[in-house]
C-alpha cells in the first residue's frame, strides 16, 4: 500500500514542478510586455505634442489661404494668364483676331497682347434645396479693352452659370453658350474671339435658364434663351434687339461618346415685321481611340446671325417686305495626343449664305481652317503654336484670303 501512494506521489509532484514553471515563464514575458508598454507610452507621450503642433500649424496655414464667401461657399479662383504673339496677313481688316477676310486691301499687320487673359470664380455648396448640389462659375476677360497702353482696359463678362443639380435633373440659370452648339475647338490663340467664328461655330453667350433630365444613356435638354439682334444695319433701330428663343437637345452619352440632336426657334423683329429663325443641329464628341478625339457641330437653318455667326440673317425686298437669309454650316475638330505633353489640333469651319438671299458685296460663303500645337513645359504653364488660313466669297468682288499665325505663352490657375 505505502509503495501504492510513492507511485501515485511522484508524478504528482512532477506535475507541480511543471506548472510552477510555467507560471514563472508567463510571469516574465508579462514583466516584458508591461516594460515595452511603458517604454512605448513614453514615446507617444513625447510624439502626440509634436504632432499637434505639426497639425495646428498647417491649420493655420490653411485658415490664412482659404476664400470663403459670406455665405460660407467655398470659392475657387481660376482663369489662365494669357500672352499672344500675332502675325495677320493682307486682308484681316485691321483688326487683331479676324473672322472674315476684308474685301478692301490692307497692310499686313502684327502685335502682341495680354487682352486675352481670362480670370473667374468657381464655387461649390453643399445640398441646401430639396437635395440639389448647388455650383455655379463667373469668368470674365480684358477682350474689349483698348490696344494697351492707352489706359482704358475695361473688363468683359464672357460666361457666368448657376446651377442645382440632383442626381437625375438639373436647373441652370446664367450667361451660357447655346444649347444647341455646346463644344468650342482648342485654341489659345483665338480665345477673346471665340475659335471659328463666322465660319460655323455657333457661340454667342446669352441669358438663358436650362433644364436637364437625365434617362439612362440620355439627356433631354432645354432652355429658354434671350437673343441679342446685332444685324449689322446702318441703323440698329430698326431691329429689336432683345427676343426670346426656345432651344431643345436630346444627346446620347455612353462612355468616351456624346452625339446630339438640336433645335432652335425664335423670332427677329425688323422694321415692324416678324422674321422667323429656326435652326436644326447636330453634335458630336468621340474618343475612337486612345489619343484621338473628335468634336463639332453641323446646322441648317434661317436668320441664324444672333447665336455668333455672319451678321447678314435678313434681306429687305422691294415693297418693305424682308426675307430670312437660308443658312449652313458647321465645323469639326481632331484632337491629337502626340505624348502626355504635347496635342495636335486640326480643325475647319464652314458658314454657306444661300446667295440668292444675299446681295452684292455680302460674304456668300465663309471658311477657317487650322491647326495648332500645344505643348505643356511645367504643370501649369503651356505654348502654343497656330497657323490658320481664312476664306471668304465676296459676291460680285471673288474670293478674299486672311492668314494668321500665333504663337502664344498660357499659365493656367
Known amino acids: 500500500m505505502r509503495r501504492l501512494l510513492i507511485l501515485l506521489w511522484v508524478p504528482s509532484l512532477w506535475a507541480q514542478a511543471d506548472i510552477l514553471a510555467r507560471l514563472e515563464k508567463l510571469e516574465a514575458e508579462n514583466a516584458k510586455l508591461r516594460g515595452e508598454v511603458a517604454e512605448l507610452r513614453a514615446k507617444v507621450e513625447t510624439l502626440v505634442p509634436e504632432r499637434l503642433e505639426i497639425a495646428e500649424r498647417r491649420i493655420e496655414e490653411q485658415a490664412s489661404t482659404k476664400v470663403e464667401a459670406a455665405s460660407r461657399f467655398p470659392i475657387e479662383f481660376s482663369g489662365m494668364a494669357l500672352f499672344n504673339v500675332f502675325a495677320n496677313s493682307a486682308?484681316?481688316?485691321?483688326?487683331?483676331?479676324?473672322?472674315?477676310?476684308?474685301?478692301?486691301?490692307?497692310?499686313?499687320?502684327?502685335?502682341?497682347?495680354?487682352?486675352?487673359?481670362?480670370?473667374?470664380?468657381?464655387?461649390h455648396g453643399p445640398k441646401t434645396f430639396f437635395g440639389a448640389k448647388v455650383s455655379g462659375s463667373a469668368f470674365g476677360d480684358f477682350w474689349e479693352g483698348?490696344?494697351?497702353?492707352?489706359?482704358?482696359?475695361?473688363?468683359?463678362?464672357?460666361?457666368?452659370?448657376?446651377?442645382?443639380?440632383?442626381?437625375?435633373?438639373?436647373?441652370?440659370?446664367?450667361?451660357?453658350?447655346?444649347?444647341i452648339s455646346p463644344w468650342n475647338p482648342n485654341s489659345f490663340a483665338t480665345v477673346g474671339v471665340v475659335p471659328l467664328t463666322s465660319a460655323g461655330n455657333?457661340?454667342?453667350?446669352?441669358?438663358?435658364?436650362?433644364?436637364?433630365?437625365?434617362?439612362?444613356?440620355?439627356?433631354?435638354?432645354?432652355?429658354?434663351?434671350?437673343?441679342?439682334?446685332?444685324?449689322?444695319l446702318a441703323n440698329p433701330a430698326l431691329v429689336t434687339l432683345r427676343r426670346p428663343s426656345l432651344e431643345m437637345r436630346g444627346a446620347w452619352v455612353k462612355d468616351k461618346f456624346e452625339f446630339g440632336v438640336g433645335g432652335h426657334v425664335s423670332t427677329s423683329h425688323v422694321t415692324g415685321r416678324s422674321v422667323p429663325s429656326?435652326?436644326?443641329?447636330?453634335?458630336?464628341?468621340?474618343?475612337?481611340?486612345?489619343?484621338?478625339?473628335?468634336?463639332?457641330?453641323?446646322?441648317?437653318?434661317?436668320?441664324?446671325?444672333?447665336?455668333?455667326?455672319?451678321?447678314?440673317?435678313?434681306?429687305?425686298?422691294?415693297?418693305?417686305?424682308?426675307?430670312?437669309v437660308r443658312s449652313r454650316?458647321?465645323?469639326?475638330?481632331?484632337?491629337?495626343?502626340?505624348?502626355g505633353r504635347v496635342t495636335v489640333n486640326l480643325f475647319a469651319g464652314i458658314h454657306d449664305d444661300r446667295e440668292s438671299d444675299l446681295v452684292r458685296g455680302q460674304n456668300g460663303r465663309n471658311r477657317t481652317g487650322g491647326a495648332n500645337v500645344m505643348v505643356r513645359i511645367a504643370p501649369n504653364v503651356m505654348v502654343g503654336l497656330?497657323?490658320?488660313?481664312?476664306?471668304?466669297?465676296?459676291?460680285?468682288t471673288g474670293e478674299r484670303r486672311v492668314n494668321r499665325y500665333d504663337l502664344s505663352l498660357a499659365y493656367i490657375f
Open 91 to 123: 486682308g484681316a481688316g485691321g483688326v487683331d483676331t479676324p473672322t472674315t477676310a476684308n474685301a478692301a486691301v490692307n497692310r499686313r499687320a502684327a502685335g502682341l497682347t495680354f487682352r486675352q487673359s481670362i480670370v473667374g470664380v468657381r464655387f
Open 202 to 232: 455657333l457661340w454667342r453667350w446669352q441669358p438663358q435658364i436650362r433644364y436637364e433630365e437625365k434617362l439612362g444613356d440620355f439627356r433631354l435638354q432645354g432652355a429658354v434663351m434671350q437673343t441679342s439682334e446685332q444685324s449689322g
Open 146 to 179: 483698348n490696344i494697351e497702353g492707352t489706359g482704358n482696359v475695361p473688363f468683359r463678362l464672357r460666361t457666368a452659370e448657376a446651377t442645382l443639380e440632383w442626381e437625375r435633373r438639373s436647373v441652370s440659370v446664367g450667361l451660357i453658350k447655346p444649347l
Open 329 to 339: 454650316g458647321g465645323w469639326t475638330q481632331a484632337a491629337v495626343a502626340v505624348t
Open 278 to 324: 429656326r435652326i436644326f443641329s447636330l453634335d458630336w464628341k468621340a474618343q475612337p481611340v486612345e489619343k484621338l478625339e473628335l468634336t463639332g457641330t453641323f446646322f441648317n437653318g434661317e436668320n441664324v446671325h444672333h447665336l455668333g455667326s455672319l451678321r447678314q440673317s435678313f434681306r429687305f425686298l422691294p415693297g418693305g417686305a424682308v426675307q430670312a
Open 386 to 396: 497656330e497657323s490658320l488660313q481664312i476664306r471668304s466669297m465676296i459676291l460680285g
